[in-house]
């Protein structure tokens, strides 16, 4: 197996390094960021390296300088990451966490890693979650609470249900899988009497997917589903926009869950935390997200490839 | 302690009587509904009762019929119940799961206990739940996703957050609570770039309650106020819409939670699901939401009294 880690910024260096630290070395990880960032983490760790000028096959951990690029570090990182990973120079692309509003400010143009990926491999990404018992796709991901009503579209929800199905079946090998569609409104809009989006837009698309052969079920009140996914009745829940979906997420999983993009022709895991700069160098930025995020990456590169 | 239960209506006979038959009776219980449905709920559990014509303050269970009133027999209950509490006839009230759907049909003109209880006792009550490890307090409760942003105002914020801080005084006894209020937007608005409700409203009203003396911390993003809660560093998360708060609550706490009326002249708890029609009758009902309702009634009582 063959990865490339993008580390990132604020604790992703020493993250990525202490997880390398824990993973098994029978893999060929490609580091790429600041050379200057990611060298002396893994010294502190101490984890052995070597340099590189792309993407390398061998087994151990090779770091790729990206920081004589025109963009910061970190971003020429993920576009030299996605680009071998989609010239089968590696695996799967595993990212740690970037400071969005600091790149914003040097003229990064992305909401965040999952749409510039989306815009890298021209595919439509859909932002999904996974942490030791909860697995969740949303619908909506990064847009003020008023904007998220109308942005509930037929499309848009069948887009998410069937690549969350797919996903499951591909990259997690469960044959039939049973997904679970939350309402958007309180109590599923109560038969109408709090919204109608789940009569006039989530009751027919689910109808429809269900004709398709689906394994859904819903819409229905988001405790339920989320009550009924952590008792392991479901695969994964589709929920309507982001705190619907990351609150019950991380409550349960705390710092294990792991941002998994799905939809995209490259494998990529992340980090779901941010930068955390107040922890950095302190030693007490927990590594787990970023080891699960690793390991996710090779379960799903070692079962499309029948190992 | 004198507690009077409205059973309410599906399993909320079987459910009460089955809690009965566990929790302490040093308890004056006075049962208020169809007296055809909750003897025989009563007998089924092994529970010993006597009839009333109001609220009794003798030790064991009493029932006193509802049925040949007006209303719906679980409506005039809650109305004969509360104006016990007022009354001073008995210590607090303990509801179980009504059928609002089914009521409204019949005429009843609320959206559910808490309004009801609100306009009998001509107060203005905060929504709260309270489960295991979690306590939460909702700024809106029962409105469509769409409606929500526009009806967080920093008076209703403020108004929340202080009944929430004198409950959590007067009710558990906490002496310097810890709240955490939180965002309305994912990431609590990421620095205006996904909502301006954080920065508009929520901090400016924030700010002037710490100032106030208010041990209270945010606008954060829910993630982050949830977790911190179920690490048991925070006393109440204080939650923008119905959704944001219960999600991860339930989800915690399973079927333990209770909702808890903040604001109202008379202490109420309640279970926190609904009528379940389908397990009526099948056993298979899990009472420990009352059980909680009625424990948690009996704590706030004698604390008030300081027993």
Redesign the interface.
Known sequence: VRLVVTPGMGIGPEVTARALSEVSHEVAFTLMGAATELQPALDEAGVPWTTASSACGCTGVCVVDTSSSDEPAPVAAIRLGARAVMDGEADALVTGPIH??RLRQQGFPFMGHTDMLGELCAARPVMAFTGGR?RVALVT??????A???AITPERVAHTVRTAHDALVDDLGITAPKLMLCG????A???G???D?EQRVLQPVADMLRAEGLGLTGPIC??TA??SA?RGEVDMVVA?????G???L???D?GRSVNWTLGLPIIRTSVDHGTADSLVGTGRADSSSMTSAIQLAMDIVRRRAGL
Chains 1, 2 share one sequence.
Not at 184 to 187: G, R, Y
């Open positions: 969005k509003a909860l991901t990064h847009l003020p609470l008023e998220v009503s109308g958007l409104n309180p109590h809009g109560e038969g009497e709090l919204g989006t988001a405790e989320f009550m952590a309507m926009y982001h705190d619907q990351l609150v019950p991380k409550v349960v705390f």
